[in-house]
């Protein structure tokens, strides 16, 4: 079992940069594919980014490829998610996700631990 902790939410301009970081507790993180979701008032939660068990690998939804990178820090049991060139629509409660499996997946059911979420705020 693995408990997840988002911080690094905030207000920000659009244009500006923000890093979430979400750390976790718990043993064999190395063993986990992570991921990050985001659900804006009003709408599902969806898929931002996720990251294989070795960072080796990452996914993206089309409309953050290019601003945000996600990576991980299996020796301090940390994922991160860098969000640059932030637009309005990016505003939403972002979420840390986690599995112990080898292929990263892009669906909520395809996770079954997660943060509380952050708050992330683009003004325009």
């Known amino acids: 079992q693995v408990q997840l902790v988002e911080s690094g939410g905030g207000l920000v301009q659009a244009g500006g940069s923000l890093r979430l970081s979400c750390a976790a507790s718990?043993?064999?993180?190395?063993?986990?594919?992570m991921g990050w979701f985001r659900q804006a008032p009003g709408k599902e939660r969806e898929f931002v980014a996720g990251i294989g068990r070795s960072g080796g690998r990452t996914y993206y939804t089309d409309s953050v490829k290019g601003r945000f990178t996600i990576s991980r820090d299996n020796a301090r049991n940390t994922v991160y998610l860098q969000m640059n060139s932030l637009k309005p629509e990016d505003t939403a409660v972002y979420y840390c996700a986690a599995r112990q499996t080898i292929t990263v997946v892009t669906t909520t059911s395809g996770y079954n631990y997660w943060g509380q979420g952050t708050q992330v705020t683009v003004s325009s």
């Open positions: 718990g043993r064999s993180f190395s063993s986990y594919v």
